[in-house]
């Protein structure tokens, strides 16, 4: 059975630019989870989703958006892109987001010139 | 505000030591708390939750222990292995509607053949 995935791996934007960075989760599993990890520092929490709703949101700007699809895969949007925003994107699923253990994709690196 | 730090923040050891990783909390409110791993440039592992009316897990030679009372996880790896090089990263998920994790720093763990 196919972990997390994430795609695109790699992405390099300049600033002022919008991105989509996308989810899939385990199957069977229903809630998404996405954070951001800057070089040497732990990841912070962006969002997360259980069942196509909005769960929690971290202290992020508004220029972060993300969504869930009815297949519970989702995508996180950031627009105009600031040099701040290169980090690892990573994304975790579990069956509900609560108690139970979060798996991590391999992340997305982006790249803001 | 739920703070998590972790000691040491890198260790080098040689093949075969046992070792312990730390990490605190200041509150003790936490409805679990799980370690994961990290290899450079990836995405991250779990290797254990424990649910805060657990005192350990194992996995292998893998050994989590949880003391919510004096706010402390010990993470402690047998028998260390080369492949076990990799930082370590405890998160904590607080108790109440605010599922989302709170993360220490890592440590980063070099064991040398």
């Known amino acids: 059975d196919a972990g997390v995935t994430q795609s695109p791996t790699h992405l390099i934007k300049t600033r002022g630019q919008h991105v989509t960075l996308r989810c899939s989760p385990i199957?069977?599993?229903?809630?998404v989870s996405w954070y951001q990890q800057v070089l040497g520092q732990g990841p912070q929490f962006i969002f997360q989703?259980?069942?196509?709703?909005?769960?929690g949101r971290g202290n992020f700007p508004d220029r972060f958006s993300a969504r869930q699809f009815p297949n519970y895969s989702s995508e996180l949007n950031v627009n105009a892109l600031l040099l701040g925003d290169s980090a690892l994107y990573l994304c975790?699923?579990?069956?509900?987001?609560?108690?139970?253990?979060?798996?991590f994709g391999p992340g997305t690196r982006l790249t803001v010139l | 505000k739920q703070e998590v730090t972790q000691i040491p923040a890198a260790l080098s050891v040689p093949e075969g030591e046992n070792l312990v990783l730390n990490c605190s909390f200041t509150?003790?409110?936490?409805?679990?708390l799980q370690w994961f791993r990290q290899d450079p440039g990836k995405g991250l592992t779990s290797l254990l939750l424990?649910?805060?009316s657990q005192r350990e897990q194992t996995s292998g030679r893998l050994n989590a222990s949880l003391d919510k009372s004096s706010g402390r996880s010990t993470l402690y790896i047998a028998a260390s292995q080369p492949g076990d090089s990799a930082t370590y990263l405890c998160?904590?998920?607080?108790?109440?509607?605010?599922?989302?994790?709170?993360w220490g720093l890592g440590t980063s763990l070099a064991v040398n053949p």
């Open positions: 975790a699923s579990s069956f509900t987001g609560d108690a139970d253990t979060q798996y």
């Open positions: 199957s069977g599993h229903k809630s």
């Open positions: 989703y259980y069942e196509k709703e909005e769960r």
């Open positions: 509150d003790s409110a936490i409805y679990n």
């Open positions: 424990i649910q805060s």
């Open positions: 998160a904590v998920g607080p108790a109440g509607n605010n599922r989302k994790l709170i």
